[in-house]
């Protein structure tokens, strides 16, 4: 535990991408297997469920330290971070801990969740008293739930490889799909036998670069593939072993969400691994994203829900064909076969993405325009000769998205931020206007720059109204550009309206609260986008 401590305090106190990866070598080179695997997963954001409510951990937090509740409530609202308001307010440490990380967890972390209140606490406080400061603010994080450390999967495989001498891109195949953090495991993660006899794994993902630059730029149309950007849930189709495995992007198993898609592709050739999207669809057209949110939260699914919401699988790349590695074949190798594969699945819920063609990229922008008539969010281009990479890089693939949906909004609550932010008021509540009264109708976390926050928070210290626990209600002054993906009908939210992706675009210092748009304005975007 002391180790990993350390590791994540040289993490935290550093921007540099190449510190964090000479940190996480160091640790690699001298920690065990059976503690080295459990890093890892927490590494690249496989932390544990919160396994103690919040309440009774500030209870026990307070009761330790000698404070009231409230005062730890207080506390908690100025630092932001529930693990380090605890780990601040704890009598001080007088011992650290030697006990392995793998011990800390398996023995410890793991079971609280199994435990009554008494043991909970028991347990919660005798791992407080055996660590030091640093050890228990890990601790914490573990516990809560909050574990981050501002490293990405991609960073943490660079480590592992250049410690281990094994190519990138082998282990970030062996990191994808679920495995249990064993000694054993680690051990197959880092072995130079790279052939790998795991039937269900999918392949990491190639993700496309944001277009920054005007599109003419790319130079030939012709040396371009160009696709819709379809607007549903990244994923793979594994067909191995005379098994079918259906992937998201997020490296969840979510085969018996979607039965009908296994169906289907229990009739692709095994040892075929298809990359594609997942996509509300009926009547030849994909279906507004928020239907499918109505299937993503189930485990499994029933037959009115099967019915109301059906799916397919636009499938854009073959990644495995005849039980071989496809990827370093060029892009237009790699749509010809998945073409004439697909070509024999009419009436299938498999569907092969279609090819845009246009005569110039003038004539491309003119369609790009009625993206969201077609339910589509713009074009994905793609160099023909490309091969299939791992991670979002530039130069190949590139996203061209149609502009945001934009209202002029008015701040009416905030809250303080976490991490970096936590003294200060960056998550906002905003709302539009109805008559004489503002109706809230989204929060927003981005989009400001660092002096922007520290105007809004000095704002925001001196025309408090009330507050709600942690939450200020705000005097309503300031009027933000609020911008978002998709709006759809919602019964759960007071305006009747849910956005996707909400950002803030810019501070409209030329507008005043009356000059702020109304519910008018949402319900015709509404209308518009349906």
Not at 294 to 314: S, W, Y
Not at 336 to 343: K, N
Not at 372 to 395: H, M, P
Not at 472 to 496: D, N, W, Y
Request: no cysteine.
């Amino acid at each position: 535990m002391r180790a990993f401590a350390d590791l994540y305090r040289r993490m935290d106190e550093t921007t540099s991408t190449n510190r964090k990866v000479a940190a996480m070598v160091d640790y690699f080179r001298k920690a065990p297997a059976r503690d080295a695997i459990w890093a890892v997963s927490f590494l690249i954001g496989r932390k544990p469920r919160q396994v103690v409510p919040t309440r009774q951990l500030m209870t026990w937090a307070a009761d330790l330290a000698g404070i009231p509740d409230w005062l730890f409530e207080t506390s908690y609202d100025v630092v932001g971070d529930l693990a380090e308001t605890i780990t601040l307010l704890l009598p001080a440490a007088v011992k650290s801990s030697s006990r392995p990380l793998h011990a800390w967890v398996q023995d410890h972390l793991l079971p609280l969740r199994e435990k009554d209140i008494e043991n909970r606490q028991r347990n919660i406080l005798a791992a407080w008293g055996q660590m030091d400061e640093s050890q228990r603010f890990v601790w914490n994080k573990l516990i809560t739930g909050g574990f981050r450390v501002g490293v990405s999967q991609r960073l943490v495989v660079r480590a592992l490889a250049r410690f281990s001498g094994i190519e990138g891109t082998v282990i970030s195949h062996r990191l994808m799909g679920e495995w249990p953090p064993t000694p054993e495991t680690y051990r197959r993660l880092l072995s130079p036998d790279t052939r790998d006899a795991d039937i269900s794994r999918p392949y990491p993902f190639f993700l496309a670069y944001p277009l920054e630059d005007d599109v003419a730029a790319l130079g030939n149309p012709g040396d371009w593939q160009v696709e819709w950007k379809w607007d549903g849930i990244r994923g793979q189709i594994v067909r191995r072993g005379d098994q079918v495995f259906i992937w998201s992007r997020g490296e969840a198993l979510v085969t018996p969400k979607y039965p009908e898609l296994a169906e289907d592709a229990a009739w692709l050739p095994d040892g075929t691994v298809l990359d594609g999207e997942i996509l509300p669809w009926r009547d030849d057209r994909p279906l507004p994203f928020g239907e499918l949110q109505r299937r993503i939260g189930r485990k499994t699914v029933g037959r009115k829900l099967l019915k109301e919401v059906p799916v397919a699988f636009m499938a854009y790349d073959i990644l495995e064909h005849e039980g071989q590695d496809f990827r370093t074949s060029p892009l237009h190798t790699r749509i010809d076969v998945l073409s004439r594969l697909l070509t024999n699945f009419t009436g299938s819920r498999l569907m092969a993405s279609p090819e845009v063609t246009a005569t110039d990229w003038k004539a491309f922008a003119t369609l790009q325009g009625q993206s969201r008539r077609r339910g589509v969010e713009g074009f994905i281009l793609k160099r023909r000769d490309s091969v299939y990479r791992v991670g979002r890089r530039r130069g190949d693939w590139w996203k061209w998205k149609i502009d945001p949906l934009t209202v002029d909004a008015v701040l009416i609550y905030a809250q303080r931020g976490h991490g970096r932010r936590a003294g200060l008021y960056t998550d906002y509540t905003f709302a539009v206007r109805t008559g004489d009264e503002l109706v809230p109708f989204t929060k927003a976390y981005s989009g400001l720059s660092d002096a922007e926050i520290r105007r809004v928070d000095r704002f925001i210290q001196r025309h408090t109204q009330d507050r709600f626990g942690p939450v200020r209600s705000v005097r309503p002054e300031l009027v933000f550009e609020i911008a978002f993906e998709g709006i759809r009908q919602s019964s759960r939210h007071k305006s009747g309206v849910a956005v996707r992706f909400p950002r803030i675009l810019r501070w409209r210092h030329d507008k005043t609260v009356a000059e702020a748009d109304t519910i008018e304005t949402l319900h015709r975007l509404l209308r518009d986008t349906t």
